[in-house]
């Protein structure tokens, strides 16, 4: 089944030069990429183990900790006793570049806002060698649940965990985070897949507003939570301006006490933040923030690094 032609006529306005090739990725379930877990296991165990389950995994260049099998070995994969065990997290290389963006170091204190099912909180916890302060936030009872035993079983002793909705978080702890990821709900764009009609059943521009309007809110309560001279990531995976430099603009506008950092990614499938859209143009600082673009191995993304002076 074809993707709705109004989200094709969008994305076409968005990616003018090579819509087509990146259209294609729509088509095809990606490669599967895992991160070995070091608050449980050392690369060279994993990898031996994964060999005796039959895998065998591809090093990704730009992260020791990343490797990614053919998309057929995903179940061999989920059924792997490191898997069972915590020792790897399945996640795409896209959702691992977030936290590498914001850095978090040991003995900082960190707000994962909107944080189920887990995969970049339990990598924080391992870039801070669960040293320092993570909290993490979820509202969904179901969802929470899964985080709290994503979070124990990968072995992250610093989380704290709060089943809370985000938008009260900056009013509760003002200026108590180093850094705070936003890692925000969205509209699931970069998910879409043609032969997965449920991926895009529910898009529309109605659902892009709605979703707009709640990233906003997170937002507002994530700038609040934020120390002055922290880091804030704003991350989607989404590709409408709508959810993405349009909800930073509006922050700039509001907040003169944060601005966009440059980010530093070593992959080549990217492309600059938009600093238009239809008729609005937004921050020409937007242009720092960084949209990975899709790949045979790389799902779409939106990174923004913020800084509170
Ligand atoms: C993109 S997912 C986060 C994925 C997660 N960072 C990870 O890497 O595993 C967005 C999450 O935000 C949650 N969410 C939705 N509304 C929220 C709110 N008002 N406050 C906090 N989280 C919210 C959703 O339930 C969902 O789990």
Redesign the pocket.
Known sequence: MPLPDLFIERFRAIYPDDADTLLETFERPRRVSFRINPLKTDTDTALKQLDEEGLEPEPVAWYPYAFSVEAKMRDTLTHSRLFDRGDIYIQSLS?MLAPLILGPRPGETVL?????????SLMMAAMMQNEGWLSV????KD?FFRLKANLERGGATIAHHYMA???GVGNKCPAMFDRVLL????STEAKFKTYAPQTYAFWSERKIKEMAK?QYR?MESAIKSLKPGGKLLYAT?SFAPEENEAVVDKALHKHPEIHVEPIEIPIENIHPGVTQWKKKRFNLNLSKAVRILPTESMDGFFLCLLKKV
């Open positions: 959702s994962d806002l909107t944080a189920a099912p887990g995969g970049k936030v979820e509202p969904g969802r909705d985000g938008r890692d925000a709900p969205c709640l997170l995976c």
